[in-house]
């Protein structure tokens, strides 16, 4: 079967790093995403991952491993708008997105 | 701002009923997806419109249909509403073969 799993809540204190993790099983990989949604708002695109490595982009940087399965969304300099759900998405064979339930993220000052 | 319209934001229906929902998509994207999203859990993939035809589907039943006219707008239309069917419906335009999705701000479908 088809399987996205990560945390369910995380907390932390504005200023400091977080890190989220995600671990996929899919029916073949075509990239692995992940998604920022704040309370009854639309998901937005944070980032996209499809070789090994790490992807830099300002604050956030996303982290895959595709022999384990695995990927991190890294949060630094935590913001209070930061506050919200992350979703991992894993792109399948067929050009699929298979989602986690997300994790939601809370900072506290 | 993603440029992907939803309507309506919010809609009440009782069990039986149909609903019709209605996207509008980002300019110069030809690939609609439909989502249900329930409260605390990811999106389900529903079903992908490119050109007018249905481009993939997933686990849901046949009453859950869609449309997509020439302008790239999409309809997703639910026949036989249940209870389980209250979510938030997520809409999301893509060109095709591009994997960035750009979603609407979603309908909220409550089903008493």
């Known amino acids: 079967g088809q399987n996205i799993d990560q945390p369910t809540e995380m907390t932390a204190t504005e200023g400091a790093i977080v890190q989220i993790n995600c671990t996929y099983q899919?029916?073949?990989?075509?990239?692995l995403f992940w998604y920022q949604q704040h309370a009854a708002e639309a998901p937005t695109f944070l980032s996209y991952?499809?070789l090994d490595g790490l992807e830099e982009k300002g604050r956030f940087s996303s982290f895959l491993s595709r022999s384990k399965g695995y990927s991190y969304l890294l949060l630094k300099e935590l913001q209070m708008k930061d506050s919200a759900s992350y979703l991992c998405?894993?792109?399948?064979?067929?050009?699929?997105?298979?989602w986690g339930a997300g994790t939601k993220l809370i900072i506290k000052p | 701002e993603t440029g992907v319209t939803q309507s309506p934001t919010h809609l009440i229906k009782t069990r039986g009923q149909q609903v019709t929902l209605r996207c509008s998509s980002q300019?110069?994207?030809?690939?609609v997806s439909w989502y249900q999203q329930a409260l605390g859990q990811g999106p389900q993939f529903i079903f992908q419109?490119?050109?007018?035809?249905?481009?993939g589907r997933g686990n849901f039943p046949p009453r859950f249909s869609g449309l997509q006219f020439p302008n790239y707008s999409s309809e997703l239309n639910v026949n036989a509403l249940e209870l389980d069917d209250s979510a938030l419906y997520l809409c999301?335009?893509?060109?095709?073969?591009?994997?960035?999705?750009?979603f609407g701000s979603g309908t909220q479908l409550s089903v008493l």
């Open positions: 999301a335009s893509s060109v095709y073969n591009n994997e960035k999705l750009f």
């Open positions: 300019s110069g994207h030809n690939t």
């Open positions: 419109y490119y050109r007018e035809e249905e481009n």
């Open positions: 899919t029916s073949g990989f075509n990239g």
């Open positions: 991952n499809v």
């Open positions: 998405a894993s792109l399948d064979s067929n050009y699929q997105l298979i």
